[in-house]
């Protein structure tokens, strides 16, 4: 349970800290980062999929489920962020609440989805971008030279993407500002892009298309919801990965200009307006095209095939979405691994800044070789599930952070091992929480809506609100002076959050936690072999004089005029 001080580590500046990253993101900049992430991860790459094989035209509840469950994410996400003044990523979130051990696993399930949606974003550019400019013709060459036939693999070696990879690679390194700079106006073009798709559907298709169409291959799947209501489900399960865009708002924190006010903010208004989108968005594209023509590469613009205009602006704004999606995912990714180099739970060299851009080279160019392996071999829709289900770990982990938080007395040391008993006792009765609510979503998915699945699904749902009434009614919440954002209604609002995510995470594949598992054990074992004995933890406790060069020690900080407002 070792763990950082967030209030000293803000206060206090190593030598060197002008060569750190640079404080210049305002709140539209936060905000068009988060819907950059969220609408170039979801509308162009995994909604039509979805719509075709999951949900059918009942894509839009899956979207409402999800961002629901979202929200409820989203809302603690801002307390941390506010908490914490603006020191981002809910891999650090973990690390100031709930210590080093649960730090890195939060950290590698960040790192497994911030580099896997940047792999399915990539691809999806690749698709897009050969059927807008060159009619498809590079994927069919690719598909004759280069295809595996291999299940749960991609159909072919897709080697378009490096050229775009480098050239998302190459602005990335260029400078944060710039980074938003691209994206705000291919963002603008992307939105204006979304609301024609919403407005030419519902305009021009007909509603028979979510009763009256069944599939021909398979008559009995017709109707609005022709996969029932588990197809609606594990949509929403996969439909989750749409919104993934708060730990990117969260993960710049050290480059916001005013993180306590602006960050909070921004991830409240880029939900906002992303769930908005998708739910225009669906009820267009549903409208205008049977649900089961949705499969092919380049859906979205193929439904609206019947009106030529149409489709050129759909397969530019999936351009545009997907690049500025691919521009702030390899940003987010970049900085979260800086933040593990910087407390030692992975290479420190990670953590080498350009002294001209302020930009975290290295760790830039890691985050741009790991996902090109997913590009190049993993199928889209297996990419899609592995990232949910990292997500969905996140998530969890977040909500139980918010709920600790409140009940640990403000660190006067730097570094903290010990814990109060109200902090104990609100891990137990948190992570009790969480267990009853996997017990109870499992039962009923195991035992379906018989008689004692729903008596168990019950039960188990109340042993979880029993240990949610325990911590609101018999522990007792520190106040802090100032705070600029609380989540409303907690514990109950994160505790909700943890047991929608829990029906999430057990309405995804096996097959889906078999690989994230397997991403976890790798990420843990790495741990145990180098971060544990090279964390800052263990060298500030080692008193090691190595360390002097990275570790935040007492004797070596200076509060700063760069740090002193944020404490303020």
Not at 161 to 166: A, I, K, S, T, Y
Request: overall charge negative; charged content about 10%.
């Amino acid at each position: 349970y070792r763990r950082e001080s967030c209030t000293l580590l803000l206060s206090c500046a190593r030598p060197g800290a002008k060569d750190r990253l640079k404080r210049c993101l305002g709140i539209f900049d936060l905000v068009n980062s988060g819907v950059s992430v969220m609408i170039g991860a979801g509308i162009f790459v995994i909604t039509p999929v979805l719509t075709a094989d999951t949900t059918g035209p009942a894509i839009i509840i899956s979207y409402i489920i999800a961002g629901i469950a979202s929200l409820l994410g989203a809302l603690p996400y801002a307390e941390l962020a506010a908490r914490f003044m603006g020191v981002g990523s809910a891999y650090q979130y973990t690390y100031f609440v709930l210590g080093e051990l649960a730090a890195s696993t939060i950290g590698i399930s960040t790192l497994i989805e911030g580099m896997i949606g940047l792999a399915s974003i990539m691809k999806s550019l690749s698709i897009y971008i050969d059927a807008l400019a060159f009619n498809g013709t590079i994927n069919s060459w690719e598909g004759t030279h280069f295809g595996l036939g291999v299940e749960y693999m991609a159909e072919y070696i897709d080697l378009f993407f490096l050229l775009l990879l480098v050239l998302c690679g190459a602005l990335n390194l260029s400078g944060v500002k710039q980074t938003v700079l691209v994206s705000a106006i291919c963002n603008a073009v992307v939105i204006v892009t979304l609301i024609l798709i919403g407005i030419v559907g519902l305009l021009k298709g007909s509603l028979d298309h979510w009763y009256r169409e069944a599939d021909p291959e398979d008559p009995t799947k017709s109707g609005f919801a022709p996969y029932g209501f588990s197809g609606i489900l594990t949509g929403a399960s996969l439909a989750y990965f749409s919104y993934n865009g708060f730990d990117c708002i969260a993960s710049l924190g050290y480059e916001a200009k005013r993180p306590k006010r602006d960050m909070p903010l921004g991830i409240i208004i880029s939900f906002g307006i992303v769930m908005g989108l998708y739910m225009l968005v669906c009820a267009g594209i549903t409208s205008v095209a049977p649900f089961y023509t949705m499969s092919d590469n380049a859906a979205m613009a193929n439904a609206f095939s019947g009106y030529p205009w149409m489709t050129f602006i759909v397969s530019l704004g999936a351009v545009l979405a997907t690049a500025t999606g691919s521009f702030s995912g390899l940003m987010v990714t970049s900085r979260v691994m800086f933040s593990m180099g910087e407390d030692g739970i992975l290479f420190r060299s990670l953590t080498a800044v350009n002294k001209l851009t302020q930009v975290p080279w290295v760790a830039t160019l890691v985050s741009m070789i790991l996902p090109a392996f997913g590009i190049l071999l993993l199928d889209i829709e297996e990419l899609v599930k592995m990232n949910s289900g990292g997500m969905l770990i996140c998530f969890c982990l977040t909500n139980i952070c918010v709920i600790v938080a409140r009940y640990q007395p403000p660190r006067t040391d730097i570094f903290a091992t010990d814990t109060t008993v109200m902090e104990r006792l609100s891990i137990y009765f948190s992570f009790s929480c969480w267990i009853f609510s996997l017990l109870a979503w499992l039962l009923l998915h195991q035992l379906g809506a018989t008689v004692i699945g729903i008596i168990l699904f019950v039960v188990m749902t109340t042993v979880a609100g029993v240990n949610v009434f325990l911590i609101q009614y018999k522990l007792e919440e520190i106040k802090l002076e100032e705070e600029a954002f609380r989540c409303p209604l907690s514990p109950w609002i994160p505790a909700c959050g943890i047991w929608v995510n829990s029906g999430l995470m057990i309405a995804l594949p096996l097959m889906t936690w078999v690989r994230v598992v397997a991403c976890l054990v790798v990420g843990q074992i790495c741990y145990f072999a180098y971060g544990l004995r090279h964390s800052t933890l263990t060298l500030q406790k080692k008193d090691c004089s190595s360390a002097t060069e990275y570790v935040r020690l007492t004797d070596h900080f200076t509060v700063t005029s760069d740090t002193e407002h944020l404490i303020n």
